[in-house]
């Protein structure tokens, strides 16, 4: 693993949220983004090497959406760049974790994305990403 790529923050509204995350970071949202497959936007702000991703669900039954109902906004993930995410998943499946996904697919910001339950990350929620080249 190469660094912590972003933490991502469960929201149930971009109107509030994203002013008062550019706010705190005194930085602009650079990038909102649509992943339809898991049902959010994305919004992305950064403030030096650190990168925030607010999720904010477009559907009831979204992923999003259920984590809010039964845990309130808040800190959802955290994402860790990898040079290789084939590899990396390989590697971590081979040492016993669980992952949420066997393949990695298109997440959001140009990223192939991989996550590990949390049951395996003392309830951490873990991605995987890997820069789309």
Sequence with gaps: MLKVEHIGIAVKDFTTSIPLFETLLNTNCYKQEAVESEKVITAFLQQGESKIELLQSTDAEGVIAKFIE????????????????????????????TLLNEKPKQGADNKLVCFLHPKNTNGVLVELCMERK
């Design 70 to 97: 039964k845990k309130g906004e808040g800190i959802h993930h955290i994402a860790f760049e990898t040079e290789d995410i084939y590899a990396e998943m390989e590697r971590l499946k081979n040492a016993g974790f």
